[in-house]
């Protein structure tokens, strides 16, 4: 993993959405896709294996009284996948973006936000570094209890949607 403060510097926007927060961490991967196609395949990442851990999710979330349909029972296309600032990326809302440096995606439930987001680094090759990284706020005490208890899950996901993306 990637020292996610080290990375967050790098763009300034990020500053209010990682100023205290709650947990931060960050996975990087080389690739030669451009951000666009990066952020598309990252975003669309959905094997068997994760909407069975979304259904488990699912069940978790209701004991909690958290929302939970929305991230499985949503009708937004890939193609309509929008990275602006105000458009929607799978069930997260873009609230910051800037094409091929960086995008900051926001979810929100009764006990925490969650922004996913990529940063890119590329060389004068056609090489791109990209930094996928998670910020969580807790707003409650049930914040920290669920979130510690997907945390493991949240870093294989993350890491596989970044792997996939950058195939």
């Known amino acids: 993993m990637t020292n996610p403060a080290a ?8 500053h209010k959405y990682s100023a205290d927060a709650d947990h931060v961490y960050c996975h990087p991967f080389d690739s030669r896709r451009d951000m666009e196609d990066f952020l598309v395949r990252l ?25 939970h349909d ?4 949503h009708s937004l296309k890939v193609s ?6 105000g458009g929607q990326v799978d069930f997260f809302y ?9 995008w900051i995606g926001e979810v929100e439930d ?11 680094d590329s060389d004068e090759n ?15 005490w049930l914040g ?13 996901v993350v890491y596989c949607m970044g792997k996939y993306a950058a195939e």
């Open 7 to 14: 990375i967050i510097e790098t763009v300034p926007e990020l």
């Open 80 to 85: 309509d996948y929008d990275f602006n600032r």
């Open 110 to 120: 009764n006990h925490l936000t969650a922004y996913l987001g990529v940063i890119s």
């Open 70 to 73: 929305e991230l499985i029972n």
């Open 144 to 156: 920290p209890v669920y979130f510690n208890l997907i945390r493991p899950f949240s870093h294989l």
């Open 126 to 140: 056609g090489q791109h570094l990209y930094h996928v990284f998670t910020i969580v706020r807790y707003k409650n």
């Open 94 to 102: 873009s609230v910051d973006f800037e094409a091929d440096r960086f």
């Open 43 to 67: 975003m669309s990442y959905k094997p068997v294996w994760l909407t069975l851990l979304y259904t488990i999710r699912g069940f978790l979330a209701g004991i909690m009284g958290l929302k």
